[in-house]
Structures are given as structure tokens and as C-alpha cells.
């Protein structure tokens, strides 16, 4: 396992972040999904968007019960900084349910675990786009979180792929807009711009949030259907790696220029 791509448990208060070798099952990531992660990029001095990243993560906590020693989180930046400075890096962080059980929890204390890969971004521009067959989302009170149990995006992932496409459209379970398979979906018509509302069951992503609060008064979210996408001058997705513009959805072609508001909300 080389340095970049390494697994670090946080194993107490005192002992801190731990390098791991093994990994303790079963457990309740393993065996329910029950837990939150955060996908993150580290640019080398900081972690980008930590801020959001921190406040989805003590939200979806306290949606699942889970409880956690917060204040080691703030210091999880500096720690990354002084180990991986100048490294431009992936991180994922999961913090889930200790122990076992079943259904049942033992306890609402979590364990949480880092996961460091070398960073590689999106493409400026996906080339097919097409909206899903096989797969709807359903508004939960956890659906805007990033849970441990993603099968809805690994099924969307699979239809992609099985469809050589380049992007996936996911509409919920009334046929609107929701989101794509990983990313937020955003269009613009005119110097106006609308992504889905959370509750179409999408997930409330950091680079969603970055968009919304970088141009507030541009953006218009709300419950949108697939007709009203494709009457878009422009349409991307985002994550907190950026933005990637959709070419083309089935036969329709889009405007693939870069839009400058989003260039300066993720140099």
C-alpha cells in the first residue's frame, strides 16, 4: 500500500490518526451502510470547501444519531497540511457507527477512517448525456447527505458504463429533474440558473453549495422537469472537483464555453 493510498483510522482522543494495515469486521459500515462520508480535495496546502464539507458532515450526524468527539474535526486540515503539504490529494473520510449489532444500535459513538488517493479531476466536458432507465431517487431526511449506503449511485454508475455514456441524468420518483450519478446538475438559460431543489431526494453537494453562495441572485432551485432541462443554452455538473459541461443529452446539443462566474468559484 504506497503512502498516497493509504487508509488512517482514528482510533481514540488521545491516540489520534492512526496508519492501518488491518481493518476491524465486521462492522456497521460493512454490514448496513450506517454512516456518512465526505469526498474531499486537498490542493496541496488546504482542504477546498472544508468549511462545507465540516457543516454537511455534523448535519447528517445529527440526523443519524451519531455522536463523535467534534473537536478533533477542525484540526483534521492542519493535520493533513503538515503530513501531505504540496501533494494534490483525494480524501475520503468516513466516520460511521461503532460496533456490530443488527438492526439495533449498541451505541452512537462512530469510528471514522481517512483514505488518501492522488487526485484526478473530472473532464471539462462529457460528450453523451442521456437520463436514466433503471434508476429513481426518493426524498429521505438523510437523501442530502452523503450516507454509506450508495447503491442508488453505484446501480446509476453501472447503467452509464452499460450504455457508454460519459454522464447520467437520475430523476426521482415522480420523473423530475433530481441530479446526475455523481455530481449536481445545473443549466442556464440566458444569464439565469436553476438546479433541481433538495427536495427532489439529490444530494446537497459541496460544489452545489459553493455555486449557490458564489452567485445567489443568478439561481433559481425548485422542482424542474426533464423538458425544462433541455430548453438550457448551457448545462454542467459539479462536485467539489469542479465542473464538467454536458455537450450533448441524446440528440440535443449544448454550449460547451466556459462560463466565467464558475472559472473563478473553483481556481
Not at 205 to 220: D, M
Request: hydrophobic residues 40%; contains cysteine.
Amino acid at each position: 500500500m504506497s503512502e498516497i493510498d493509504t487508509v488512517y483510522v482514528f482510533l481514540s482522543k488521545e491516540q489520534g490518526w492512526r496508519k492501518m494495515t488491518e481493518f476491524p469486521v465486521p462492522n456497521r459500515a460493512m454490514n448496513f451502510g450506517d454512516g456518512l462520508f465526505e469526498t474531499m480535495v486537498f490542493d496541496g496546502e488546504k482542504i477546498r470547501f472544508f468549511s462545507f464539507h465540516l457543516d454537511r458532515l455534523i448535519r447528517g450526524m445529527k440526523i443519524l444519531k451519531l455522536e463523535a468527539d467534534k473537536s478533533g474535526f477542525e484540526k483534521l486540515e492542519s493535520w493533513i497540511a503538515d503530513k501531505y503539504a504540496g501533494k494534490k490529494l483525494r480524501i475520503r473520510w468516513n466516520l460511521f457507527r461503532s460496533g456490530s449489532g443488527r438492526y439495533t444500535p449498541e451505541t452512537n459513538q462512530s469510528f471514522q477512517t481517512l483514505h488518501f488517493q492522488e487526485l484526478t479531476f473530472a473532464p471539462a466536458v462529457k460528450s453523451l448525456t442521456s437520463f436514466a432507465e433503471s434508476i429513481s431517487l426518493y426524498p429521505f431526511p438523510w437523501s442530502r447527505f452523503k450516507t454509506l449506503n450508495a447503491l442508488p449511485y453505484v446501480m446509476a454508475a453501472q447503467e452509464r458504463e452499460n450504455r457508454k455514456l460519459d454522464e447520467l441524468i437520475l430523476l426521482d420518483h415522480t420523473g423530475k429533474v433530481a441530479e446526475a450519478s455523481a455530481s449536481n446538475i445545473f443549466w442556464r438559460k440566458g444569464k439565469k440558473v436553476y438546479t433541481p431543489a433538495l427536495i427532489s431526494g439529490c444530494i446537497e453537494g459541496v460544489g452545489r453549495q459553493a455555486i449557490i453562495s458564489k452567485i445567489p441572485r443568478l439561481i433559481t432551485e425548485g422542482v424542474f422537469g426533464p423538458n425544462d432541462l433541455l430548453k438550457a443554452d448551457q448545462v454542467w455538473v459539479s462536485n467539489v472537483t469542479g465542473v464538467s459541461y454536458l455537450e450533448k443529452i441524446d440528440s440535443l446539443e449544448f454550449s460547451t464555453d466556459k462560463w466565467d462566474p464558475l472559472t473563478e468559484i473553483f481556481q
